[in-house]
T-cell receptor, first 113, second 110 residues
Framework: NAGVTQTPKFRILKIGQSMTLQCTQD?????MYWYRQDPGMGLKLIYY???????DKGEVPNGYNVSRSTTEDFPLRLELAAPSQTSVYFC????????????FGPGTRLTVL | AQRVTQPEKLLSVFKGAPVELKCNYS??????LFWYVQYSRQRLQLLLR??SRESIKGFTADLNKGETSFHLKKPFAQEEDSAMYYC????????????FGPGTRLSVLP
């Protein structure tokens, strides 16, 4: 199993540009999450999904959108990039039982100039 | 509402000294507790979880339901332990009830 994969690894955007961060997991996990991690800071939940077709906002959803059309994929969309969105973005998944941990992807390092 | 607190943002110890990273939680049900570690510029990875009651890389954690704590301990710190440590809680519902603490950066000095 590849686990949780994310693309791209790095990206530089100009203010106002749009992009989609891709996240795929091959573990058949129901639950998927998007976090951002600002330099030297902890994780902040952006969006999460409990299954295909079901998504919900986390702590910091403004400026982002998500979709979950399949169990495997959970893309994160930035419509109008702003410097405040410069961060490292982590995708995670978990099976869903209370004792199961989250499995993290390698992250996407995004810079908005 | 469930919450995880880690009172220390930064903890510095000397190599060979004992380490204790504090974690307190608030949750009305019976949660599962986890410790994650993030080495420099790497992804988060699970260090240990309460239900397994295991020791990983010399670290242990005991769940104290009376004090609602899940402190992470290691008797002798190593330089390679320097990393960011996150405490996390999973509630007895599904999916969205998984909360991370703010993290503690451990720095082990030579």
């Amino acid at each position: 199993n590849a686990g949780v994969t994310q693309t791209p690894k790095f990206r530089i955007l100009k203010i106002g540009q749009s992009m989609t961060l891709q996240c795929t997991q091959d573990m058949n996990h129901n639950y998927m999450y998007w976090y951002r991690q600002d330099p030297g800071m902890g994780l902040k939940l952006i969006y999460y999904s409990v299954g295909a077709g079901i998504t919900d906002k986390g702590e910091v959803p403004n400026g982002y959108n998500v979709s979950r059309s399949t169990t495997e994929d959970f893309p994160l969309r930035l419509e109008l990039a702003a410097p405040s969105q410069t961060s490292v973005y982590f995708c995670a998944s978990r099976p869903g039982r209370v004792w199961n941990e989250q499995f993290f992807g390698p992250g996407t390092r995004l810079t908005v100039l | 509402a469930q919450r995880v607190t880690q009172p220390e943002k930064l903890l510095s110890v000397f190599k060979g000294a004992p380490v204790e990273l504090k974690c307190n939680y608030s949750y009305s049900g019976s949660p599962e507790l986890f410790w994650y570690v993030q080495y420099s510029r790497q992804r988060l990875q699970l260090l240990l979880r309460h239900i397994s009651r295991e020791s990983i890389k010399g670290f242990t954690a005991d769940l104290n339901k009376g004090e609602t704590s899940f402190h992470l301990k290691k008797p002798f710190a190593q330089e390679e332990d320097s990393a960011m440590y996150y405490c996390a809680l999973s509630g007895d519902n599904y999916g969205q009830n998984f909360v991370f603490g703010p993290g503690t950066r451990l720095s082990v000095l030579p």
